[in-house]
């Protein structure tokens, strides 16, 4: 399985000859360079979306439909891309699984928001999600924009991932030190990788105060379009 950075929330999920590419923002994401762009789409088997806002949503109609690959996703929201953009679409929700050609993807909760805008001004993107993808023997909780929030103490102990993707950057959500101590209360990874942050001086820049609050655990700062291999 290699895990691959493209930036802020971002990632390219390489596992089970598939491509999972994770809220994949290209339009506007100050740290991947145009030039950058088709060595992260290539191959692309499904589109997973979190949530919405600008920053994860942007380019996923448009890239769903030069890439002729299924949105998977909330159900509310797939319906209405299905609907209104032709969109092949994967829809289910929270408590549900869906198989993805061998990787099982499970939808949990998260704790944020999740509205677009519309010339008519913000509307509901559906709700605010989390995953847990598990193939190659792995469990890997891809936890999507989130605060610290107590369903994360039963997703612990049902799903048990022993590799974490924690949004981490603060401001708009979690911060290192809240995902540290999520990561150690409910947690048991052995592998953990911060996103979200370093986009923009608003977030956190370093990922040490994570490393320092989880003894034991691999924390692996992410490199622009390198590959993570667990």
Known sequence: MNIIWLGHGSFR???????????????????LGEDQHDAALDGATHILLTHTHFDHVADVVSLAKHLNVPVVGQYDLMGYWAEAESLET??????????????????????HSS??????????????????IASEGHMVYVSGDTDIMADMDWMGDYYKPDIGILSAGGHF???????????KRYFNFKTVIPCHYKTFPILEQSAQVLADGLPGVDVIEPELMQAITL
């Open 90 to 111: 994967i829809g289910f929700n929270k408590g549900g699984t869906v198989n993805l050609n061998g990787i099982k993807v499970s939808m949990v909760p998260a704790s």
């Open 13 to 31: 999920i390489e596992t089970q000859g598939q491509v999972l590419l994770i809220d994949p923002w290209l339009t506007g994401n100050p740290v």
């Open 173 to 183: 959500t979690m911060d290192m030190k809240g995902a540290a101590y999520a990561g």
């Open 115 to 132: 509205t677009f805008s519309t010339p008519d001004g913000l509307r509901t993107g559906g709700s605010e999600v989390g995953f847990m």
